[in-house]
């Protein structure tokens, strides 16, 4: 199983992200995936999540309204549209995958935003 994060980078304040997560060797359509982030010296915490089917998305207070979770079951892809960024939204970006007792994680892509 193979998860790979792509489309991090750095950017000012106010500006966009789009990040991709490809996944292989798994069924994609069954699992809930998720985007985490994790800054330095922090825990690792949960930005958005998507059901598999992607009838149902889930944010953390932090990035409502600014940030859309999507997938693309046919591309095996998820998707996080990131707007308006913030400062404080720097950290390494982590894609996951879960189903059941199944639990991937990919290697992770860096974000950056400058003031």
């Known amino acids: 199983v193979q998860l790979v994060e792509s489309g991090g980078g750095l950017v000012q304040a106010g500006g966009s992200l789009r990040l991709s997560c490809a996944a292989s060797?798994?069924?994609?359509?069954?699992?809930?995936m998720r985007w985490y982030r994790q800054a330095p010296g922090k825990e690792r915490e949960l930005v958005a999540g998507?059901?598999?089917?992607?009838?149902?998305?889930n944010y953390a207070d932090f990035v409502k309204g600014r940030f859309t979770i999507s997938r693309d079951n046919a591309k095996n892809t998820v998707y996080l549209q990131m707007n308006s960024l913030k400062p404080e939204d720097t950290a390494v970006y982590y894609c996951?995958?879960?189903?059941?007792?199944?639990?991937?994680w990919g290697q992770g892509t860096q974000v950056a935003v400058s003031s």
């Open positions: 996951n995958a879960e189903a059941g007792q199944l639990n991937y």
């Open positions: 060797g798994l069924t994609f359509s069954w699992y809930e």
């Open positions: 998507i059901h598999s089917t992607g009838i149902r998305t």
